[in-house]
């Protein structure tokens, strides 16, 4: 079974430039996560997708970060412009579904950027 | 509101000696439990869960975790320990009233000296 795909692996971009990552879940898998993880510290949920509608996105700053899954499968999630804190992994992950209690979730290997 | 705590920032072993990760958890209602695995430059892999039934887990690589109610812990062993298993360990409990997402704890860095 493949696994969560995520690219790029790695970007590095000047402060107030703009920067998209890409994420292709599980097939099959209805959920869909985006995490930033700050080097040292767990992960920390920007936005949840359930299909292709947003379940959760109270952690997201909106006035920079923005993230789409238009047809319920792939999903990507831009920055614009990038301020020199979002230097961090993004992490990209999949579930089962929604109220799936019992079902884990399944990480891709993240996307480090560094803004500079 | 749920929440995680893994009260070790970092865990020291020597090698073949048993570990133990600490988790302990609030949650209202019933627990959903996790840990994943991190190793450096890595997503994070899920190692073991707890939904019901049996107070002991078994997962990957040897690890177990054992889940007390009374104490609200779901702690992570293994018998004897392995260099690689040098990692970052996460503990997670699933928020229900939250659209079930993932509640995580800050990690904890395990190193294991051979």
């Known amino acids: 079974e493949a696994g969560v795909a995520q690219s790029p692996r790695y970007k590095i971009i000047e402060k107030r430039q703009s920067v998209a990552f890409w994420c292709n879940p599980i097939s099959g898998h209805a959920t869909l996560y985006w995490y930033q993880q700050i080097l040292g510290q767990g992960p920390k949920l920007l936005i949840q997708?359930?299909?292709?509608?947003?379940?959760?996105d109270s952690q997201l700053p909106k006035d920079r970060f923005s993230a789409e899954r238009l047809k319920g499968v792939d999903s990507t999630l831009k920055i614009q412009p990038a301020k020199l804190e979002d230097s961090a992994v993004y992490l990209c992950a999949s579930s089962l579904g929604q109220g799936e209690v019992s079902t884990e979730a399944f990480f891709g290997q993240g996307t480090r950027l560094t803004v500079v | 509101a749920q929440s995680v705590a893994q009260p070790e920032d970092q865990v020291n072993v020597a090698e073949g000696n048993p570990l133990t990760v600490k988790c302990t958890y609030s949650v209202s209602g019933n627990p959903y439990l996790f840990w994943y695995v991190q190793y450096p430059n890595r997503g994070l892999q899920f190692l073991l869960k707890y939904i019901t039934g049996d107070n002991l887990v078994k997962g990957s690589y040897g690890f177990e975790a054992e889940f007390n109610k009374s104490q609200t812990s779901f702690h992570l062993k293994k018998p004897s320990a392995l260099v690689s298993d040098s990692a970052l360990y996460f503990c997670?409990?699933?928020?229900?009233?939250?659209?079930?997402?993932?509640?995580w704890g800050a990690g904890t860095k395990l190193i294991i000296k051979p």
């Open positions: 997708f359930q299909n292709n509608g947003v379940v959760d």
């Open positions: 997670a409990v699933r928020d229900i009233p939250s659209n079930y997402q993932l509640i």
